[in-house]
């Protein structure tokens, strides 16, 4: 009976089958497509998070792009009416959250500006603060993530996407915009911008913009988006078209003029309205599309599966040095963000 018994038992191992990876044809409704369906409502219910950083010296528009961008109250001057604007002696970084919502899909967005940035007479590690902040966010998360009992939806407060302003001088990057994103591209998605360049001429515009792509290739700066991250062929082809266009010359504006009788987002000159969403005026809609409207989820993936997880892997390698705090297992920090080893 033994024998009989083993070949039984033998016969009830369930046999692995090759995979199969072609795509079979239905021969009636299932239904699959209705996940799609399921997550649009479950995403409208819970709505989403996105972070952004805008990065630059003072007076080139920050606050007046981010408004424009959202099309709404929420940089940083328009939280804080009324107040007094003063260069800081340091780079402070302030975030304002605000939750907005279109066509029943809210989004809790928070907008992190960093006055101070390229102000000062010595700018000698001004970025520190600001990779501070960025390795800030990405600890945070961390710490939610390694608890044995977690939430079902981790706060996230990771920056997502870093907006650069470049000064419109037309001439070249300064050392202090090559190292800052030098810096700040290998933890965070930097999207360059020329700054008020309705200050430029065409012609002087598009040498600017020749200038910066090469000396972001000399220097091998990898701005977003990124090239070692494109895995679809069609994702391939339009980033392609995004980076020829890269870095964007975008003018801001918050204020409504009238234009052959509608109304339209714009800067009054002596020469007529630069109207901000004309792809014939400025880049702004690139700029917009990217951020928004075809980049966005994208952005937040490669922000988690990329930045922060290369934040995550050298973290949990130091934890498994011999001087470890009691937080959750892992080394800890000090102020600086440096590790500790008390």
Known sequence: MEPQERSMEAAAVPQELPPDHGVH????????????????????????????MVVGQSGLGKSTMVNTLFKSKVSRKASQPGQEERIPKTVQLQSVTHVIEEKGVKMKLTVTDTPGFGDQINNENCWDPIIKY???????????EILITRKRKIPDSR??????FIPPTGHWLRPLDLEFMRRLSKIVNVVPVIAKADTLTLEEREEFKQRIQ????????SVYPQEDFDEDPDDRLLNDRIREKIPFAVVGADQEHQVNGKRVLGRKTKWGIIEVENPAHCEFPMLRDLLIRS?????????HNVHYESYRVRRLN?????????NNGLPGRDEDGDESNL
């Open 25 to 52: 044809e239905l021969f009636g409704y299932v239904g699959i497509e209705a996940v799609l369906e399921q997550m649009k409502v479950k995403t409208m219910k819970m709505g989403f998070e996105f972070n952004i």
């Open 134 to 144: 960025i390795n800030e966010q990405y600890e945070r998360y961390l710490r939610e």
């Open 159 to 164: 920056v997502h996407g870093c907006v650069y």
């Open 214 to 221: 090469r000396d972001l290739k000399a220097h091998a700066i």
């Open 295 to 303: 980049h966005l989820q994208d952005l937040k993936d490669i922000t």
């Open 318 to 326: 130091e934890s498994n040095r011999p001087a470890l705090s009691s």
